[in-house]
C-alpha cells in the first residue's frame, strides 16, 4: 500500500533519521526509541497510558508523554529528553536542595514538566506550579518538596540570576 | 534497526502522512475506515498500547497545517480539527469570546495531554464523558466535514447519532469547528464535576449560554441553551429545557420545573464513576447554579 515515509527529527541535539537506520516503524513509541534504542533511559515507563508523567519530554518546547507518541508523527521536531537540558540547569539543582526526588522515577518528568512551565511563566504561582504538574505523579514525595524546588528555581533563575539558558 | 512493528514483530501497517488536505482525502476515499485517521494520539495509543495487535494502516493528520489553524472572524471562530486543546486555550480572540472553551480545553487531561489532544479528536472519538462537547453544544457550534464529494456543514447538535456513533461518513474528516461568538447579556456557566481535577473523566459536565431580555420588568430568559457529558450514550444538549425556560423571568425558576424538563433531555445511566440518579441530581443542581448566575448578572436581580 503506502510505504513509510522517510523521517529525521532531533533528539538532544542529534538528527536520528530512517535513512541512518536510527529509527524503525512510525508506529513505535517515542518512549521505546528513547530508552530500547538510543540509550536515553532517563525518560521512565511508569502507566504506559498517558496517566502519570514519567515518560514526559519535550517536543519542540511543549511537554509531551512520550508513551502516547509515535516517532512517526516527529518529523521536523525537536525532542528534549532529560539527558538533553543543560547540566547547570537550575531546576535540577534545586531538587537536589529541596530534596525534591526520593526513589527518582518520577524525576525525570517532573523537571522537564517544571522546564516547560519556567520556559512560559518564568515567575510562576504555588497553583501554576501544582496545574503545570498536575500530570505528573509521585508516590514518594506528597509533591511539597517538589512545588518548592520548582518555586526556588524560578527565583534562582529570575532577573539578574541568569540560570541555566 | 530493522523496520518492524513493534507490537507484532512484522513489517509495519503502511503509515500515510499527507501535507495537503486533498492528498488526505484521496486516501481516505480509497480506504475508507480501514484506513484510522490520526491526530493527538492521546486517545488511540491508549488502546493500542494496551492490545497486543498489529496497528492499522494510519493516516496521520499531523503534517497538515490547514488544519490546524485558528481563525477568528467577525462573528465567529473557526478551529481546525487538530488544533491542540492548549492552543485554543492560548488564542487570545477564544479567551475573550468564548471563555467556557478555554475553561474545557484547559481541563482536558494535563497539559501534557492538552498539549497533544486535538479539539477534532475529542469530538471524533466521541466518548459521552468528553469535556469540550458540551461547552460546543451549549455554544451551537457547527462542523466542517470534508470528502473528495465536496465539503458541507452540519450543526454539531445533531452529529453524535447514537453511541459512538456519528454522522460522519466513511470517506470523510472533520475539518474544523466553527463557534458563534454568543449576544450581549448572556451568562455562560460551565463545571466539571470528577473525582481529581486534572485527569479524572467527568462524572458528569455541564456548560450553560443564558441569554436576558432586560425589558422593563424583572429579566427573563430570552434564550437558554445548553450542553451535557456523562449523562447519557453521547453528549447532549438539552431541547426540551432550553424551550421550557423560555420567556420566564430568572427569578422564578423552581426545582421542580427544572427536573421536569430534563427528564426528557437526560437519559443517565449507573456505571462505575456514578449512579444515574446522582448524576440526575446535580444536572438539575447545575441549571440552577447557571440560572442563579444569569440572575446575579442582570441590572435588576
Ligand atoms: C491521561 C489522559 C487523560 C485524558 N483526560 C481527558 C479529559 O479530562 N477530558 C477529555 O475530554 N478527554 C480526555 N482524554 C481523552 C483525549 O485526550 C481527548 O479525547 C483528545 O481530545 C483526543 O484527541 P486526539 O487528537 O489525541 O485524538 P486521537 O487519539 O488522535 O483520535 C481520536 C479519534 O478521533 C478520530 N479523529 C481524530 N481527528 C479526526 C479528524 N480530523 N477527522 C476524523 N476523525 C478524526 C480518530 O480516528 C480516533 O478515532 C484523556 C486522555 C488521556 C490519555
Ligand atoms: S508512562 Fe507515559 S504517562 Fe505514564
Ligand atoms: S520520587 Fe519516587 S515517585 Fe517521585
Known sequence: MIPAPDLAFTLNGRTVSTVDGSIGAPSMRLLDL?????????TKEGCGEG???ACAVLVDGELVNSCLVPVGQLHGCTVTSIEGLPRVDPLVTAFARAGAAQCGICTPGMVLAARALLDRVPQPTLDDVREALAGNLCRCTGYARIYTAVLDAATDAGPGKAGGR | ????????????APWYRPVSLADALSARARWRKDIVAIAGCTDLMVGWNAGARRLPPVLDLSALAELRSIEAGPDSVTIGAT?????IARHPVIAGRLPMLVASARQTGSVAIQNRATLGGNIMNASPAADNPPVLLAYGARLTLASVRGIRTIDYASFHAGYKRTLAEGDELLVSVTVPFPAERVTAYYRKVGTRRAQA??????????????GAGPAVVRNASFGFASVGPVPLPAPSLSRSLRGLPLSGIDRAQVERALAADLAPLDDIRSTAAYRRSVAVNLVLAAIDAAREAAPRG
Open chain 1, 51 to 53: 496517566e502519570c508523567g
Open chain 1, 34 to 42: 528513547l530508552r530500547l534504542h538510543a540509550g536515553q533511559t532517563g
Open chain 2, 201 to 214: 473523566i467527568s462524572k458528569i459536565a455541564m456548560a450553560a449560554l443564558i441569554e436576558r431580555d432586560d
Open chain 2, 1 to 12: 534497526m530493522s523496520a518492524v512493528d513493534p507490537v507484532s514483530g512484522q513489517p509495519p
Open chain 2, 83 to 87: 488544533a491542540s486543546c492548549a492552543s
